[in-house]
């Protein structure tokens, strides 16, 4: 074989040396593509917050941003859109995924309408009428004022709240299935005290009467029939009147005087209540029912002791003394 021949082959051998490295190196290349591709097409998208998010606050699209994750937490969100609007129920920190659980409230606090509040009532063994009782019922609660010698003259019996929709039964929740079991039957104790624990809806404004009446009466709930629509009247009888009373607006002058102060519901309840205005509406208008201390001296205190004034008891301290009066 001539030189140039040995050359030549030389040039070949060396040439397909080096395609043979550069199509190792581009099958490299080829197959880390497909690697890093696959995994993009594997990760899923997750709407995360940009920033905190304050709970209560209405959720805006600049709070959001969309990120991929290799795994989707539960509860998770695709699209921005189906996020906007709500209000979370808890902080959102930033930069964390937003799941449905941010506004998931309790399960008594979903079926509490606007304008309304959940009640506890305590009830005791006599009201025998709370085993029947369902969440979703619709009761009426009475309460019983028993005579004392201060604030109530006359054992009352009374309508406190009509028509009171019942959220829970013990652990039984409205719009839930039926959670007692075989074990819970059997726990005759536990079972009749859950009963006696019931959480009904009350708007505003009847909250301070209820919790009087609670406090300071024996409470009776009373079943009533799904379509019994009668309710009593207040305009008929006379309307108790709040504890506190709003700071009517001053008239400039030469100018008509200004309409009176429009008290809200959560006004009238901040306001407060009596307990005669709760035991009997209207019979405590006007009075003051805040009861100032009475006056101390610290030098002492005296009273005459008989009719003919001569002497005077006089309490220093704790010990009393009789003295002539001068």
């Given at each position: 074989?001539?030189?140039?021949?040995?050359?030549?082959?030389?040039?070949?051998?060396?040439?397909?040396?080096i395609f043979l490295v550069l199509a190792f190196l581009s099958g490299q290349n080829v197959?880390?593509?497909?690697?890093?591709?696959?995994?993009?097409?594997?990760?899923?998208?997750v709407v995360v917050s940009a920033k905190e998010i304050p709970f209560g606050q209405i959720i805006t699209g600049d709070l959001l941003k969309v990120e991929k994750f290799a795994i989707a937490p539960a509860g998770s969100?695709?699209?921005?859109?189906?996020?906007?609007?709500?209000?979370?129920?808890?902080n959102i920190g930033p930069g964390l995924p937003v799941t449905a659980q941010y506004?998931?409230?309790g399960a008594v606090a979903a079926e509490v309408r606007d304008g309304f509040r959940a009640f506890a009532l305590r009830l005791d063994e006599n009201n025998v009428a709370t085993g029947k009782i369902k969440p979703g019922d619709f009761v009426d609660v009475?309460?019983?004022?028993?005579?004392?010698?201060?604030?109530?003259?006359q054992t009352v019996s009374r309508l406190i709240l009509p028509k009171l929709r019942v959220l829970s039964v013990g652990q039984q929740l409205v719009n839930a299935?039926?959670?007692?079991?075989?074990?819970?039957?059997?726990?005759?104790?536990?079972?009749?005290?859950?009963q006696r624990a019931m959480m009904v809806e009350v708007a505003v404004p009847d909250v301070n009467a209820l919790a009087i009446a609670q406090s300071q009466g024996e409470l009776f709930v009373v079943l009533r029939g799904p379509d019994d629509e009668e309710i009593p009247d207040p305009s008929k009888y006379p309307?108790?009147?709040?504890?506190?009373?709003?700071?009517?607006?001053?008239?400039?002058?030469?100018?008509?005087?200004p309409p009176p102060v429009e008290l809200t519901n959560s006004d009238k309840a901040y306001a407060g209540l009596s307990l005669s205005n709760t035991v009997l509406p209207g019979s405590g208008n006007g009075k003051n029912n805040v009861k100032k201390p009475a006056a101390t001296n610290n030098t002492g205190t005296a009273r005459p002791v008989d009719d003919s004034g001569s002497a005077v008891e006089v309490i220093r301290g704790g010990e009393t003394t009789r003295e002539k009066a001068r």
């Open positions: 074989m001539s030189g140039k021949t040995k050359i030549l082959a030389l040039l070949l051998l060396g040439l397909g040396m197959k880390k593509s497909g690697d890093t591709l696959k995994n993009e097409l594997e990760r899923y998208p969100y695709k699209d921005i859109n189906d996020v906007i609007g709500k209000k979370p129920v808890f506004f998931e409230s009475f309460s019983i004022f028993r005579a004392n010698n201060q604030d109530v003259e299935p039926e959670t007692a079991t075989k074990d819970d039957n059997d726990k005759n104790g536990q079972r009749r005290q859950n309307l108790a009147e709040n504890v506190l009373k709003p700071i009517q607006p001053k008239a400039e002058k030469g100018q008509p005087a």
